[in-house]
Nanobody, 119 residues
C-alpha cells in the first residue's frame, strides 16, 4: 500500500522554524516529482514547493527565501525546512508525490500535519 506520512508539525512563535518530513512507503518515489502544499481554514489548497527527481526546486513567491525543500531518495523521504515563520503560514501542510499529466494533479497525498504560528 502506497502511503505518504507527514510529521514535524506543531506550534511555534512567529520568526521561528520548523522542519516537516514526509516518509513515503509502498513504492520508490525516486523518479517522481514531489511537492508540498498547504491549506488554511476557509482557503483553497495552495502549492508551496516542488522538487524534481534531480533535486531541482520551485517555490511559490510567498515562501521563497524562507522555505527549503529537499529530498533523500535513499530514504524515500521529502523535507520542508521552514524559517522565519509568519502567522499567515498557519495551515495544514501536505506532501504529494508523482505528478500525473493525465490528471493534472499529484497521484499520492499525505494526510497532512498542522502548523500553527502565533504572534
Amino acid at each position: 500500500q502506497v502511503q505518504l506520512l507527514e510529521s514535524g508539525g506543531g506550534s511555534v512563535q512567529a520568526g521561528g522554524s520548523l522542519k516537516l518530513s514526509c516518509a513515503a512507503s509502498g513504492r520508490s518515489f525516486s523518479a517522481c516529482r514531489m511537492a508540498w502544499y498547504r491549506q488554511a481554514p476557509g482557503k483553497e489548497r495552495e502549492f508551496l514547493s516542488g522538487i524534481r527527481p534531480d533535486g531541482t526546486t520551485t517555490y511559490t513567491d510567498s515562501v521563497k527565501g524562507r522555505f527549503t525543500t529537499s529530498r533523500d531518495n535513499t530514504k524515500n523521504a521529502l523535507y520542508l525546512q521552514m524559517n522565519s515563520l509568519k502567522t499567515e503560514d498557519t495551515a495544514a501542510y501536505y506532501c504529494a508525490a508523482c505528478w500525473s499529466a493525465t490528471k493534472s494533479n499529484y497521484t499520492y497525498w499525505g494526510q497532512g500535519t498542522q502548523v500553527t504560528v502565533s504572534s
